[in-house]
């Protein structure tokens, strides 16, 4: 059989752009169908505008901390404006460089959303494509608690707070995890008051517990109130702004209200029944593969629910596609490879492989290795002595986790990434020369650390004395 495409793809996010310009790269005929805007979430209401609004935040901050710095006589900084600045910014990234990037790609771009006819056959504005292979990259939603009275009430999600005016008096956020947790700081440093209210015993309970902890303190010295293990009940609007109950007879008055309380996959628009594709209560069923009910539709990405990161989106764009081509014992499972997980507050968290709590959990042996940033002279010379590397360890010095509270975090994780998905002993990391005086330098520490505590064995100092 014949068809208008080698591969179609639906919805170019991160998952969605990584197998459409490698597919094109590659020679076939791809056609990238996209209702929204090239880049998906990320790019448009995600990963990007929320960075560059936390960079203005940490910004800002920063220079009303100059004092410290012994630059006393530098006034705090007026309250801004970003919105307008990060969407020029935005514009810019999808004029110049998103769209140079499609030019080999059959695009219908904010055409409408795409639907399936049948397992090959994909419509948008009232036209039929065919192809080969589909790819199903369409990503998530933000998901709406049914919290009464929520549904009457103007709140914000991130598909709508990067679009405001300006910053608001105060604000209050439903969720603590990363998106809630950066939210939280970028406004609050911005000039809004903040308050976090949540369900969880800590904030990021899908990360380290303990890093949750030591970011309330952070937030707690910065003034953001956060409210643990509550359940609201109810939500309403007066002409200031929006008042939140919760459980524990609380009443909470801001100004505007952000929902950043998870997501959810929106399977409304693709009638994926046509197609054979399969959906859980997580997403679009897969296989290690990513591999749907329908052996040649694939579904990278947010959209099978399994990380709900950028980074992993990509990544399995790119396995997706390969997977496509390649005959079976070639294929690679996407679950096999580690996933990075950064919150880029001040200070950043991040962490890779396991968490302390998962080998509690499975009765692991390990030993923990810490290097503290208070005991790195060029961290204090910085003003940067907050946080430490901790990683995990084996007796024979398998890595199993790491984690990381402090300046640069989210850069310094992939290192340990690199390590545990390649199964490097931790040695490995002590023999490598970190350039000095980097964060990174104190990832050789935690190694240096491990390999010290080995050199305290009566073994090895016998050995020694006898070497010696
Ligand atoms: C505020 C915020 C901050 C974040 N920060 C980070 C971060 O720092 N690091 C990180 O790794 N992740 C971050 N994420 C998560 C990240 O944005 C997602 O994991 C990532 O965008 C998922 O990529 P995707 O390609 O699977 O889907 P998406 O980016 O959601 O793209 C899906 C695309 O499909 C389109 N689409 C949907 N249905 C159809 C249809 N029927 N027809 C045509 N097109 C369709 C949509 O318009 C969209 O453009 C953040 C998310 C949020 C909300």
């Not at 899908?206 to 949750?212: E, I, P």
């Not at 020369?433 to 650390?449: I, T, W």
Request: hydrophobic share 40%; proline share 4%; charged share 25%.
């Amino acid at each position: 059989m014949s068809y208008d495409y080698d591969v179609c793809v639906i919805g170019l996010g991160p998952a969605g752009m990584a197998v459409s310009i490698m597919a094109a790269e590659m020679g076939l005929r791809v056609l990238g169908i996209e209702k929204r805007s090239l880049g998906g979430e990320c790019m448009s209401v995600g990963c990007i505008p929320s960075k560059a609004l936390l960079r203005t935040a940490h910004l800002r901050h920063a220079v009303s901390r100059l004092a410290d710095f012994a630059l006393a006589g530098v006034n705090p900084p007026e309250p801004v404006r970003p919105f307008e600045h990060i969407a020029e910014h935005l514009r810019f990234i999808d004029e110049k460089k998103t769209r140079a990037m499609f030019a080999k790609v059959d695009l219908k771009l904010r055409e409408g959303p795409a639907s399936f006819v049948d397992s090959h056959t994909v419509e948008v504005a009232g036209r039929r494509h065919t192809a080969k292979r589909v790819f199903v990259c369409t990503g998530t939603r933000p998901a709406v608690p049914p919290i009464p009275g929520l549904s009457s009430v103007k709140y914000l999600t991130n598909e709508t707070v990067f679009g405001l005016d300006e910053v608001p008096k105060s604000l209050i956020i439903l969720g603590g995890g990363a998106v809630g947790c950066e939210m939280a700081q970028a406004f609050s440093r911005l000039g809004s008051h903040v308050s976090v209210v949540h369900m969880d015993e800590h904030l990021l309970p899908n990360g380290d517990w303990d890093a949750g902890r030591f970011l309330e303190d952070v937030f707690a010295a910065e003034g953001i109130e956060v409210h643990n293990n509550r359940r609201i009940s109810e939500v309403s609007e007066t002409s200031g702004g929006v008042v939140v109950r919760t459980n524990a007879n609380e009443t909470l008055r801001g100004a505007k209200l952000l929902v950043a309380a998870g997501r959810r996959f929106d399977a409304s628009e693709l009638h994926l029944e046509n197609a054979g594709v399969e959906v859980d209560e997580h997403g679009i069923c897969v296989d290690g593969a990513l591999r749907t009910t329908q052996r040649h539709i694939y579904a990278p990405g947010d959209a099978n629910g399994a990380y709900l990161l950028s980074h992993a989106a990509m990544h399995q764009g790119m396995i997706a596609l390969l997977n496509s081509m390649l005959p079976r014992p070639f294929r690679r499972n996407f679950r096999r490879y580690v996933v990075p997980w950064a919150v880029f507050t001040e200070p950043q968290i991040a962490h890779v492989g396991w968490l302390e709590r998962d080998l509690k959990a499975n009765d692991v042996e390990y030993e923990t290795i810490e290097a503290k940033y208070e005991d790195y002279g060029a961290a204090i010379a910085e003003g940067n002595a907050v946080g430490a590397v901790r990683a995990y360890v084996s007796p024979t010095g398998r890595i199993y986790g790491t984690r990381i509270i402090g300046e640069g975090a989210s850069e310094m994780i992939n290192e340990w990434g690199l390590a545990i998905q390649n199964r490097l002993r931790i040695h490995k990391i002590m023999m490598l020369q970190h350039a000095f005086p980097s964060m990174s330098f104190l990832s050789k520490r935690v190694a240096e650390g491990w390999m010290m505590n080995r050199m305290k064995s009566p073994r090895v100092q016998k050995l020694i004395r006898f070497l010696g």
